[in-house]
């Protein structure tokens, strides 16, 4: 069974830099195309990144509000997936979610459902 | 950006069908996934690629998807179901991924 599990988040100074990780279980992070969705005090779902598969480039992809700030990358050898956050604001204040595509029959992973979440982890963002 | 549009809110009273609609220009050209998230808890993918289920999920959840709607239906409603629920596509044209604002559902 796959299983992610987040770790790093706390509080954090305005303007300052936080990395979190994703630790994975039962599925290979360099095989999957791993992302980030946040969930602000209170709001909705918001997807803020993700890193593709190897055999697709490694590539990365950042919504609006946070790319230039924030950096998705990948440890093969622990299986892990950080995001680095620079240039905190107020707005960063969430629950951070790593999300994968294990299980799906015949969905195109480019544009896949996230059938693998984490249990969340929280990035308070102080003044 | 592309933008996708939920109703705040949908009531039904328990046995009975709820639909929770997901709006969008040309949605029906995307390939929609729908989650259910109570509270404290991660979202878990109850559709994906508008009709599909994943292992697990009861064939009470039902997905459909055409024009500038799609539309998430649960039928026989049970009191488990009462939860946030959300629509997500890809937009395909900036390889981003795209959340609707929720729907809570409250089973009566």
């Known amino acids: 069974e796959a299983q992610l599990m987040e770790s790093g988040g706390g509080l954090v100074k305005l303007g300052g830099s936080l990395t979190i990780s994703c630790a994975a279980s039962g599925v290979t992070v360099s095989n999957a195309w791993m992302n980030w969705v946040r969930q602000a005090p209170g709001k909705g779902l918001e997807w803020i990144g993700r890193?593709?598969?190897?055999?697709?480039?490694?590539?990365?992809d950042y919504a609006a509000p946070v790319r230039g700030r924030f950096s998705i990358s990948r440890d093969d050898s622990e299986n892990k997936v950080y995001l680095q956050m620079n240039s905190l604001e107020i707005g960063d204040t969430a629950v951070y979610y790593c999300a994968t595509t294990v299980d799906l029959v015949a969905t195109v992973l480019r544009l896949a459902g996230f059938d693998v979440w984490g249990q969340g982890t929280k990035v308070t963002v102080s003044s | 950006s592309y933008v996708l549009t939920q109703p705040p809110s949908v009531s039904v009273a328990p046995g009975q069908t709820a639909r929770i609609t997901c709006g969008g220009k040309n949605i029906g050209n995307n390939d929609v996934h729908w989650y259910h998230q109570r509270p404290g808890q991660a979202p878990v993918l109850v559709v994906y690629d508008n009709s599909d289920r994943p292992s697990g999920i009861p064939e009470r959840f039902s997905g459909s998807n055409s024009g500038n709607t799609a539309t998430l239906t649960i039928s026989r409603v049970e009191a488990g179901d009462e939860a946030d629920y959300y629509c997500q596509v890809w937009d395909k044209s900036s390889d981003r991924g795209v959340f609707g604002g929720g729907t809570k559902l409250t089973v009566l």
């Open positions: 890193i593709r598969s190897e055999s697709n480039g490694g590539t990365t």
